[in-house]
């Protein structure tokens, strides 16, 4: 044993020495080369990082001096490893690995016909080229179990009788054949009895397929002898679609079709779950088990409704929300394909639900180009406060109304919204889209608010994203003092109207007070900037 | 004025210079630097070298020859001003977009199209990548659709491929038609 280490260190001295004799001619050679050379070569170096290309003809490049040429040459090809010389057979890798790339999978099929070399570099970067697009693929049993996938150009199908089917082993491995390097678009699966083995092995079969399958369809399957467990991870997991349709189950259970069912990522995510015609074994009919209170009926109608379906408006009145009643509104309303354009809260009552679910309700579940509210009772300052006004969509909006919010004691709440987050809001930001107009009942903003406006306005350096009209009812009395910023354009005891020019635009904003007479300490407060002209 | 000073490079006067190019048969081109910069592996050389660039005695590009580079040029010349090109691809099947060409590009190809593999080895080494990817696209608008056999002749490949290596291919691929 001993000799053999000793042997053994022995070589590696030997090979250290080598190295090192080739080293000091390298040495040599960097230190005799001309600065051009060292920059030329120092270049082609760093310029091959991935040694795909192939350097050819390499010829001498100074005529005088050859020798240092020939070195250059040598030293050049120790630094690229995998150098191949060119013939018309061996082409460069990268330019093949990428032109293959260009290609469709049939294509890539017909150049691994080409020659060895062509063969081994699909393989070898199979993973990272074109897959094939299996448009449709089908399991279906009917007499005997069969399977056709079809692609643009090609259809394949096999059937298997049923003892065949039984041994399981050549209907999957065709299968897998059949999706290596593919990907399935559409996935029918017709007539057949899950079982839990079978899922087990359809798995394996999808494992690893490199993108999601855009719709499946179960028709007439049987559950009798699947665990609901298994059922809800094919769905959920194994087979994970954009669009599922379900219909005409047979053998099914209550708990194949229970809420945990969409527990699952997979049919959380979808953004189309259809299912229709589930029976027992006994064919009596079973229904989606999503919760149990009286609600069921509402929400079912509800995403019936709204199944491909997009709202233009919609006005909730009259009812009383809850938290529980915005979870069910957002997985109604949850992957509607277009935002709703304006949403109308008329008399709904805030008692039962927390502030902040509220905020989520207007500003994530039912975001909106337009928000009308009005008449709203049970409420408490933390539903109208500033982080109302945080939800993206509420910010985003064109349009927000907010008139007569009461407190469970029937008192009014004011909008707590101070000078500042309304400033912001009249005079946009680019992080916000074009809004057209705000509309506030009882804002939270002190007497100077509107001098404060004006005077921003007739300094601001922008104005692109200013709304165009903006009202507050119920808005404190202003004092506004007349200086070189501000102009007085008439006064009358009901109405008050001042105007200022912004000194970068020349655009004019109009702002008029209003009061009612009755001689309490509010008023209308009218903001209105004027188009260009 | 032997020497020229490169610094500052990305002034715009300095890309109205010229600069001389001589590829590995010694055969040396006079190009304005803002075409010959096309090519980032130029690019590099000549921001490398700075003061020490001598424009009149030229950078050696020794695995690129004569009548090639002249190829190249071409693109360069038309391609100086050109944005940056984006590689994109299907995010499904991981097939690379087609670039869109000019006519011109159509037509250059078209003149060159024996030369496409001795073009994408050179716009490789040269670091051209809108040579590069459009090309390798051209290359395999050749080849898209057309039969093993049909490839082979077009390329001057040898089929050496063994019995075994045949059956393979038959036996793992079920989409192979043949």
Redesign the interface.
């Known amino acids: 044993m001993a000799g053999n280490e000793e042997t053994s260190v022995h070589i590696l001295q030997e090979r250290l020495a080598i190295l090192e004799e080739q080293n000091q001619i390298y040495l040599q050679t960097i230190n005799t080369l001309s600065?051009?050379?060292l920059?030329?070569r120092?270049?082609?170096v760093?310029?091959?990082p991935d040694v795909?290309?192939?350097?050819?003809?390499?010829?001498p490049?100074?005529?005088e001096s050859p020798n240092h040429s020939a070195i250059?040459q040598e030293s050049t090809s120790k630094l690229l490893p995998n150098k191949v010389e060119?013939d018309?057979?061996h082409?460069?890798i990268?330019?093949l690995v990428?032109?293959?790339?260009?290609?469709?999978?049939?294509?890539l099929?017909?150049?691994?016909?080409?020659?060895?070399q062509?063969?081994a570099l699909i393989q070898e970067h199979s993973r990272?080229?074109?897959?094939?697009?299996i448009m449709l693929l089908k399991l279906i049993d009917k007499n005997h179990i069969s399977l056709e996938a079809k692609?643009l150009v090609?259809k394949?199908k096999y059937s298997f009788s049923i003892e065949e089917y039984d041994r399981n082993n050549e209907f999957f491995s065709?299968l897998k054949?059949?999706l290596?390097n593919?990907?399935v678009k559409r996935l029918i699966i017709c007539n057949l009895t899950f079982t839990d083995e079978f899922v087990r092995r359809l798995r394996e079969a999808f494992f690893n397929q490199?993108?999601q399958i855009n719709r499946i369809e179960l028709l007439a399957v049987n559950l009798m002898r699947i665990s609901p467990d298994v059922f809800h991870r094919l769905l959920g997991q194994v087979l994970k679609a954009n669009q599922y349709f379900v219909d005409g189950v047979r053998g099914a259970s209550e708990d194949h079709f229970s809420s945990a069912l969409f527990d699952q990522k997979g049919v959380k995510e979808a953004e189309d779950f259809t299912v229709y015609d589930i029976r027992s074994v006994d064919n009596d009919e079973i229904a989606l088990e999503l919760g149990n209170d009286v609600n069921n009926e509402f929400f079912s109608k509800l995403k019936k409704l709204l199944r491909n379906s997009t709202v233009k408006r919609l006005i909730i009145c009259n009812l009383t929300f809850t938290d529980e009643f915005v979870r069910r509104l957002r997985e109604a309303f949850f992957n509607q394909p277009a935002q709703i354009n304006r949403i109308e809260l008329l008399a709904v009552n805030l008692m039962r639900i927390s502030p902040d679910v509220f905020h989520r309700l207007l500003g994530q579940v039912l975001k909106a180009n337009q928000y009308f509210v009005d008449g709203v009772r049970g409420a408490s300052e933390d539903h109208f406060s500033s982080a109302l006004f945080d939800q993206k969509g509420v910010k985003e909006a064109e349009d927000f109304t907010v008139y007569d919010i009461r407190s469970v004691d029937n008192d009014e709440i004011a909008l707590e919204l101070g000078n500042d987050v309304l400033l912001d809001l009249i005079f946009g930001s680019k992080e916000m889209p074009e809004r057209n107009s705000l509309y506030l009942d009882s804002p939270e903003v002190t007497s100077s608010f509107l001098e404060e406006c004006l005077k921003k306005f007739f300094n601001a350096e922008n104005i692109d994203r200013m709304l165009n009209h903006v009202e507050f009812a119920h808005c404190r009395e202003q004092n506004v003092a007349t200086t070189r910023e501000i102009t007085l354009e008439y006064e009358h005891p009901i109405q008050i109207e001042w105007s200022t020019i912004n000194q970068r635009t020349g655009r004019v904003l109009e702002a008029r007070i209003s009061r009612n007479g009755d001689g309490d300490n509010f008023c209308h407060l009218t903001l209105n900037l004027q188009p260009i002209n | 004025m032997a020497t020229e000073s490169a610094n500052g490079v990305s002034s715009p006067e300095l890309n109205e210079r010229d600069v001389v190019i001589t590829t590995n048969d010694n055969r040396n081109f006079t190009v304005k630097i803002g075409v010959a910069r096309v090519s980032k592996t130029i690019n590099n050389m000549i921001q490398d070298l700075g003061e020490s660039l001598d424009l009149s005695s030229g950078i050696p590009l020794p695995n690129v020859d004569g009548p090639i580079f002249e190829k190249v040029l071409e693109w360069c010349e038309e391609h100086k001003n050109a944005p940056e090109i984006k590689v994109e691809q299907d995010p499904h099947t991981r097939e690379r977009k087609w670039f869109t060409m000019t006519e011109w590009e159509e037509e250059y190809f078209r003149k060159f199209l024996s030369h496409l593999w001795d073009l994408a080895m050179a716009a490789n080494y040269l670091e051209i990548p809108s040579l590069y990817y459009y090309t390798c696209q051209k290359l395999a608008e050749r080849i898209k659709g057309r039969t093993p056999e049909q490839i082979r002749e077009m390329f001057g490949i040898e089929d050496d491929l063994t019995e075994e290596e045949k059956a393979e291919i038959r036996r793992t691929n079920v989409w192979c038609t043949y």
Not at chain 1, 109 to 116: F, G, I
Not at chain 1, 128 to 133: D, G, I, S
Request: proline share 4%; with cysteine.
């Open positions: 600065s051009e050379l920059t030329t120092k270049r082609t760093f310029s091959n795909g290309m192939k350097l050819r003809k390499i010829e490049t100074c005529s250059f060119l018309a057979a082409l460069p990268e330019i990428l032109l293959f790339k260009y290609l469709r999978r049939d294509d099929d017909r150049c691994r016909r080409v020659c060895h062509w063969n990272n080229l074109p897959h094939r697009q692609t090609h394949k065709k054949k059949l290596r593919s990907m490199p993108a």
